[in-house]
């Protein structure tokens, strides 16, 4: 949510501050705004609509080169995505610039203050009373750090502000509270950004801000502090892929590129897990043995997508270690006061670290003395670091707005603590786990032949363009499939789409179906629980029999299903359990190939971010 970038050295500050917001334009784009200090005095663009529009702005009005600059790419929250309510924001005197991600929630209050000192202000942004404060304290304190540090102080809610000051060309001050800020130090040169993607071009080596921190950006160095003026520590940490990862590599979109790489970042989030004799070390876990084994109760939260991931692992966690799990929405959570203590587990599932449900809802968690193990794909971000323990998944940088490798990578993550759970507790013995884990391991060939077979699915994408609803059925862990399926047609196609339990349709929504209406079901094995296949065999025939036209996914030979399906989609055999991993691959296509059709930007889906730093 909002994508923020800074940067002090002897580069343009300009080129390097737009080239950084194109990399986080996923964020937010909304709107996007930079400003840089040349000669002694700020000069800012800004732009509503996305990186572009300022882009040809810039081309048209270029402004003066300078060493110093910030920039932003926004999610609106508090007035509507304009030029004046795009950041940076200015106070009167136009000294002081900033940028901010996240909601000061005693804006309104702030605000009022202002005006009675006799500040205008010009926009409907909880922002703006930031760069008016900020100017109020530097006047008294000639200093910017200590200027944000005061005006942190009295601020209330979730924010990274990064701001300048004409005062002082060669710095650049940024503040976090419950909102992403990281520190990348150059040669001579030092950056800020939501995200490293926006400085991996130029380094590798970071830092990670801690809460209630302030950091001054020098080219000489930076300075860490806590609200309060204490020299404060942040964790240095080397970012472990670099710029081409961020980059399309030719495809036509990241989302496209992102698909394409699922065998590889399946392989990664395996790979030195599994030690030579197939068993299981889950080194990073570091919630001891002996405490696992006291767990009574497993508690999983995640929103979106990592949701649909939980919700199959609470299959394979409850399957493998006989412990019951819950899987609740992280926005939920916290309100309907849950029952926890020391003996519950709970698991929080984010792809950005960065969710703030998620996050709120971890926190709350600990307050009740559970232990907290994160799944999370982005080293440095807020969801590990608050949590007790981390296993990360290796996908690599997930740009697109839709989820699709990391929701791979997140179920093999929860494989591996669900068989991991089950080791330690010995409901697994070592040959049941090792057979599973070799299972796991040719997963990533599995989606490889899936993502080899796709064309018939693109076409079939095509041809239901201008259809308006998309319905998905599932059984099992092919209930959180359709439920996933449903998502991504919605955030990226605008279609009406539902993912429903095959079993329920005939409690009411069999009465959506009529002639025509396209219906994916997802077929579990028929290798595996017969009856589970034979019941939504039955299903398919219910809803055909009503003029459902179905889109069947199916293992390769499942002969039942054939006389059914309008269309077949053929998947490899895997265990039940396992089927996720590979089912879901045909969805993510067929969402990304109509997206593509009815003319939506397939990575920047309309009123979405990548990542949610608002509850
Ligand atoms: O970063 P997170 O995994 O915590 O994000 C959670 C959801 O916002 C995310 O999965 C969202 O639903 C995706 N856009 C779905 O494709």
Redesign the pocket.
Known sequence: MCGIVGYVGPQSALDVVMAGLKRLEYRGYDSAGVAVLADGQLAAAKKAGKLVNLEKELAERPLPAGWTGIGHTRWATHGAPTDANAHPHLDNAGRVAVVHNGIIENFAELRGELMERGHELTSETDTEVVAHLLAEEFSATADLAEAMRLVCRRLKGAFTLVAMHADEPDVVVGARRNSPLVVGIGDGEAFLASDVAAFIAHTRSALELGQDQVVELRRDGVTVTGFDGRPAEARAFTVDWDAAAAEKGGYASFMLKEIAEQPKAVFDTLLGRIDAEGNLTLDEVRISASELREMDKVVIV??????HAGLIAKYAIEHFTRIPCEVELASEFRYRDPILDAQTLVIA???????MD?LMALRHAREQGSKVLAIC?TNGST?PRESDAVLYTHAGPEVA????K??LT?LVACYLVALYLGQVRGTKWGDEVRAVVRDLAQIGDAVERVLGTMEPVRQLARSLADRNTVLFLGRHVGYPVALEGA??LK?LAYMHAEGFAAGELKHGPIALIEEGLPVVVVVPSPRGRSLLHDKIVSNIQEIRARGARTIVIAEEGDEAVVPYADHLVRIPPTPTLLQPLVATVPLQVFACELATVRGNAVDQPRN?A???TVE
């Not at 995640?302 to 949701?307: N, V």
């Not at 707005?401 to 699709?404: C, D, G, N």
């Open positions: 995640a929103c979106g997508t990592a949701f599932i984010s792809q950005s670290g960065e969710t998620t794909n969801i707005v839709a989820s699709t990391a929701f997140q998502l991504k955030e979405l990548k990542s949610v």
